[in-house]
């Protein structure tokens, strides 16, 4: 299996918005999504590169697997 890289902020948020997840409000930098049936937003920040700390906890926010995070970015 491949490691989880820093990406540009895009990278992510294409996945996620393909796992359905939608864009809810932006504050500074952070950009926030929601999806229904899940309490919890999730968080990417508009960096030019995201760290792979951030990008794991909003996988875990999500309850996404590793398998499906690289099959979503095999979409990307």
């Known amino acids: 299996m491949p ?3 820093p990406t540009h902020w895009t990278v ?3 996945i996620f918005l393909l796992d359905g997840w939608q864009f809810d409000r932006q504050e500074g930098s952070r950009r926030s999504y929601v999806k ?3 309490a919890r937003l999730i968080v990417i ?3 030019h590169s995201v760290p ?6 909003n996988m875990r ?3 996404m697997s590793r ?5 979503l970015l095999s979409q990307v």
């Open 61 to 63: 926010t999500a309850n």
């Open 12 to 14: 992510p948020e294409k």
């Open 36 to 38: 229904p049936g899940v």
């Open 52 to 57: 792979v700390s951030i990008i794991r906890s």
């Open 67 to 71: 398998e499906r995070y690289f099959a």
């Open 45 to 47: 920040p508009a960096y």
């Open 3 to 5: 490691k989880i890289t």
